[in-house]
C-alpha cells in the first residue's frame, strides 16, 4: 500500500502484516512494525493510537482506488489494497464486540435511494432500513434484528462504501 501526505510530499510504502492476541493491527511502513490499536470506528471518522499516541482521522472521500482522508486535520491519499476491507472488516468485528449486534451495515457500496425509516422508529428483523441502488440495481439493506432505530447515518443520495453504517440500532 502507497501512503502520500499531500502537505509534505511525501509517499510511504506500508504493508499490514496482521493481528496480535488482542486484535490490534500490525502494520509495516518503510520497513518498521508499528501497532494500530482502534479506540472507536464510525463510517466517515475513526480514532486510534499509533505507537503509544492519539490519532483522529476523517474521512473525506473514498473511490474504488483511492481514500483521502484528514489525519489530525493533515490530508493523506491512501491507494487502496484489496486487503484494507478485509482488515477494516476483521477490525470492526474485534472492536465491536456488543457494539457489533446495534449496527446495521451495508454489505456493498452503493447509492442510497431511500431511507424507509426514520430516528425512533420501531423494526423487526427482516424489515428494509434504506435502499441502494448499485450496478443499476436496487438492494435492500434488512435490519438483523428486532429493535429501535437510534440514529440514521445515511441520506437519501449519499454514496456509501462496503461496510459503511447505515443505521444503529437500541
Same mark, same amino acid.
Given at each position: 500500500?502507497? @501512503?502520500?501526505?499531500?502537505?509534505?510530499?511525501?509517499?510511504?510504502?506500508?504493508? !499490514?502484516? +496482521?493481528?496480535?492476541?488482542?486484535?490490534? /493491527?500490525?502494520?509495516? !511502513?518503510? +520497513?518498521?512494525?508499528?501497532?494500530?490499536?482502534?479506540?472507536?470506528?464510525?463510517? *466517515?471518522?475513526?480514532?486510534?493510537?499509533?505507537?503509544?499516541?492519539?490519532?483522529?482521522?476523517?474521512?473525506?472521500?473514498?473511490?474504488?482506488?483511492?481514500?483521502? /482522508?484528514? /489525519?489530525?486535520?493533515?490530508?493523506?491519499?491512501?491507494?487502496?489494497?484489496?486487503?484494507?476491507?478485509?482488515? !477494516?472488516?476483521?477490525?470492526?468485528?474485534?472492536? +465491536?464486540?456488543?457494539?457489533?449486534?446495534?449496527?446495521? $451495515? $451495508?454489505?456493498?457500496?452503493?447509492?442510497? @435511494?431511500?431511507?424507509?425509516?426514520?430516528?425512533?422508529?420501531?423494526?423487526?428483523?427482516?424489515? &428494509?432500513?434504506?435502499?441502494?441502488?448499485?450496478?443499476?440495481?436496487?438492494?435492500? @439493506?434488512?435490519?438483523?434484528?428486532?429493535?429501535? !432505530?437510534?440514529?440514521?447515518?445515511?441520506?437519501? +443520495?449519499?454514496?456509501?462504501?462496503? &461496510? *459503511?453504517?447505515?443505521?444503529?440500532?437500541?
Amino acid at each position: 500500500m502507497e @501512503i502520500k501526505v499531500e502537505e509534505i510530499n511525501q509517499e510511504f510504502k506500508g504493508k !499490514i502484516v +496482521g493481528f496480535d492476541k488482542d486484535g490490534n /493491527l500490525i502494520i509495516e !511502513i518503510n +520497513g518498521s512494525e508499528h501497532l494500530i490499536k482502534i479506540i472507536e470506528m464510525k463510517s *466517515d471518522r475513526f480514532e486510534f493510537i499509533f505507537d503509544n499516541t492519539f490519532h483522529e482521522t476523517m474521512i473525506s472521500e473514498s473511490t474504488s482506488t483511492e481514500l483521502k /482522508l484528514l /489525519l489530525d486535520n493533515i490530508p493523506m491519499v491512501l491507494k487502496k489494497h484489496i486487503k484494507l476491507s478485509e482488515i !477494516i472488516e476483521k477490525s470492526n468485528r474485534l472492536s +465491536g464486540g456488543s457494539n457489533s449486534q446495534n449496527t446495521i $451495515s $451495508s454489505q456493498i457500496p452503493g447509492r442510497v @435511494i431511500s431511507v424507509a425509516t426514520n430516528k425512533g422508529d420501531t423494526v423487526k428483523q427482516g424489515d &428494509n432500513i434504506v435502499v441502494l441502488e448499485s450496478m443499476k440495481m436496487q438492494v435492500a @439493506i434488512k435490519s438483523h434484528r428486532d429493535g429501535t !432505530i437510534k440514529e440514521l447515518k445515511v441520506k437519501e +443520495g449519499q454514496s456509501i462504501s462496503r &461496510n *459503511d453504517v447505515v443505521a444503529i440500532l437500541e
